[in-house]
Structure formats: C-alpha cells, structure tokens
C-alpha cells in the first residue's frame, strides 16, 4: 500500500524555521520525484513550492524561492522542506506528493500525503 507520511509542521514565530518530513512506503523514493504544496482553506493550491527530483536536482520557485529548500534521503525513503525566515503568510496545511517526473502540474502527481499545518504567528 502506497503512503506518503507528512511531520514536523507545528507553531513557529515569525522568522523562525521548520522542517518538514515527507516518509514514503510501499514505492522506492529513489525512482520518483517529490514535490511540495500547500494549501490554506478555502483558497486553491499552492505549488510546487519545490521538487526533490530522483537525480538529486532541486527546484523551488516564487515566494519559496531562498526561503525553502527540499533534499531527500534515498535510503530512509524520506524527503525534506527546510523552511526558513518563515512569514504569517506561509500558514498553510503543507503536502507532499510523488511522481515518475519532476512535473510542474500538481494534477500530475499519483501519491499524496495527508497534509502536515504549519501556522506562523507572533
């Protein structure tokens, strides 16, 4: 069975940091690209935020774009949102989702984690 298992969302104040785990079973992370999104309710989507892809190469664009950052470690099937300097603006449920390529349409993407919130507030 196929999961993707979001953690490390919480409470942070402004300024501060966060990362955020994406573990994946049932599927080997080493062949399938990982991005992030996010979504804040009643609005729409957000993202990619950024790609870990399966060759190692990273992307992030727009407001997470030297902010945030993505890694993945293959051999704990675990990929990573390092988010940094973190503003009121970035609250939002934060997901992960795989797929065979680096694609830039979410609608792409086969799997997706159950969501992890990050709420920065003073």
């Known amino acids: 069975q196929v999961q993707l298992v979001e953690s490390g969302g919480g409470l942070v104040q402004p300024g501060g940091s966060l990362r955020l785990s994406c573990t994946v079973r049932?599927?080997?992370?080493?062949?399938?690209?990982l991005a992030w999104f996010r979504q804040v309710p009643g609005k729409q989507r957000e993202g990619p935020l950024c790609i870990s892809d399966h060759d190692f190469a990273e992307y992030c664009y727009d407001s997470a774009k030297g902010r945030f950052t993505v890694s993945r470690d293959n051999p704990k099937n675990t990929a990573y949102l390092q988010l940094n300097n973190l503003k009121p603006e970035d609250t939002a449920v934060y997901y992960c989702?795989?797929?065979?390529?680096?694609?830039?349409?979410?609608?792409?993407?086969?799997?997706w984690g159950q969501g992890t919130q990050v709420t920065v507030s003073s």
């Open positions: 049932g599927f080997t992370l080493q062949y399938h690209a």
């Open positions: 989702a795989a797929a065979n390529h680096a694609y830039l349409d979410g609608e792409n993407y086969d799997y």
